[in-house]
Every structure is written in C-alpha cells, then in structure tokens.
C-alpha cells in the first residue's frame, strides 16, 4: 500500500519544475551546442547558451607514483565526456537578453 501511494506521488510531479523561470529544451546538437526551448519559435545556438560545468568536459591533470617493478612517476591527462548526447531532454534558465544557462538533464 505505501508502495502504491509512492509510486502515485512520483506520477504526480513527474513533469513538475520548482522554479518559476525554468524551461524544458531539447538538445539538437552536440557538442557545437544547439537547443530548441519548448514552446520558441526558433533554436538557440552555442553562442547564447551556458551550460554548467559538469555538462561539459572535464580535463584532469593526473600524477601516478608507480612502485613496482620499478619506482617512477607518471603524469598524464584523464578526459570524462560530457554526459549529454543529442535528443537529451534539458532543464534552463532564461538569463538576461536571449541567452539561456542549460541547468541539467531530465531524468
């Protein structure tokens, strides 16, 4: 019974947004980025969007201390994608003129 009262809650707010100046956007393209807001005529390219910094990808500088068979260090760098690929449904923000800060993905 509780599972089923759950379940029903999670249905309820599935589409629901908190915030008031928060939209859904469609990415079009990836990773020269291009959204289409729900309900804007026309799609938004890079220059007018932000997109949070664990949208994008992430370069890290990495040093290893290796013991064995021998002691040496090995430096390099660690690339993780961006979790974002075309057709992902989007949650933004409009920002002043007509730029948009892209918050995150929907579940």
């Known amino acids: 019974m509780m599972g089923d009262a ?3 809650l999670k249905e309820k707010v599935a589409g629901h947004i908190d ?6 956007a ?7 980025a291009k959204i289409e807001v729900d309900g804007d005529p026309h799609p938004y ?9 664990y949208l994008q990808e992430q ?8 013991l064995e068979p021998e002691p040496s260090v090995l430096k390099g760098k660690i ?3 961006s979790p974002l690929q075309v057709g ?4 933004v923000s409009r920002m002043t003129g007509q730029r948009y800060y892209v918050l995150g993905k929907e579940r």
Do not use: Q, Y
């Open 26 to 32: 469609t990415l079009l393209s990836w990773p020269t």
């Open 59 to 66: 370069e890290i500088e990495v040093t290893f201390d290796v």
């Open 6 to 8: 759950i379940k029903l």
């Open 79 to 81: 690339i993780i994608p």
């Open 19 to 24: 915030a008031r100046d928060t939209e859904r």
């Open 45 to 53: 390219e890079s220059a007018s969007l932000v997109f949070a910094d």
């Open 88 to 91: 992902d449904r989007l949650l």
